[in-house]
């Protein structure tokens, strides 16, 4: 702790320098293949909605004393669902089933091969259905936020620093974070769920909170850049930037902490 405490203070005073502006175009380079690949790989593979978003039928199994997948495995192949499902533990005795949309009948059906299977009364199995229509919602909802909160960042941002140009830019940055993020959704697999879109915001978020800093830091160092001749502003600006790096560093890693949370327990 003690080093990295002194690499953050050398890199405050300057002491230490990293030429993060002076090699802009590589960023811009690095940043411009992430996009690129990231619309690659959602275009040949696209996301995995979660049911919530794609409609479909829900089983939730109650005081079960097996919560293995297999016999529910079994009972929907049985009953002709091909495509594979997603069978979740819920605590220590339950189990929750998403599969395809089912009509009436075969839901009933499915509901008493699953009490069976798993040896338990009909009372506790339950079934729900999600239309594709209240999934449609979900997405559009989730869309019109994301729009919404871009559109209110470039005018906060805009009046805070008093210029478009740092605004654009953290928009810019933001629409990179999400479409990497999801890029690299579609790449794994995971299934995309309201808990994933939580945290794509916590990402936004921090991403944004980052960006007010560092701009902030880059004003600040730049105030009266031009009633002097000994810095030039790209200096000043690379400054800021190394002055504020440990600060983004720890952002970061708060950062993961809880968006693993939600990627590997929420979904």
Do not use: C
């Not at 990293?18 to 411009?32: E, F, N, P, T």
């Not at 529910?72 to 049985?78: D, I, P």
């Amino acid at each position: 702790m003690p080093s990295f405490t002194r690499f953050g203070n050398e890199l405050y005073t300057g002491a230490r320098s990293y030429d993060i502006v002076g090699r802009s175009r590589v960023w811009y380079a690095v940043a411009a293949t992430m996009i690129v690949l990231s619309l690659a790989i959602l275009g040949f593979k696209g996301i995995n909605p979660g049911i919530e978003f794609r409609g479909g039928s829900e089983f939730t199994l109650s005081n079960v004393a097996n919560t293995s997948g297999d016999a529910a495995r079994e009972v929907l192949a049985q009953q002709g669902i091909t495509e594979a499902a997603r069978i979740t533990t819920v605590g220590s005795n339950s189990l929750r089933i998403q599969t395809t949309e089912m009509d009436a009948e075969q839901v009933a059906t499915v509901r008493s091969a699953l009490a069976e299977a798993y040896d338990i009364e009909l009372t506790n199995v339950t079934s729900t259905f999600i239309g594709p229509t209240w999934g449609q919602d979900v997405t559009n909802k989730a869309l019109q936020g994301l729009v919404i909160f871009l559109v209110l960042v470039s005018v906060v941002m805009a009046a805070y620093f008093r210029t478009w140009k740092m605004s654009a830019a953290a928009v810019t940055a933001l629409i990179h974070d999400v479409i990497v993020t999801v890029g690299l959704y579609a790449l794994v697999g995971f299934e995309v769920t309201p808990a994933s879109v939580i945290g794509f915001l916590t990402i936004l978020g921090y991403s944004l909170y980052d960006t007010v800093v560092v701009f902030d830091k880059v004003r600040e160092n730049t105030a009266r850049i031009f009633d002097q001749d000994r810095v030039t502003y790209a200096e000043a600006a690379n400054l800021a930037v190394n002055q504020t790096l440990v600060r983004s560093i720890n952002t970061s890693v708060v950062g993961v902490l809880p968006v693993a949370s939600i990627l590997f327990v929420g979904t």
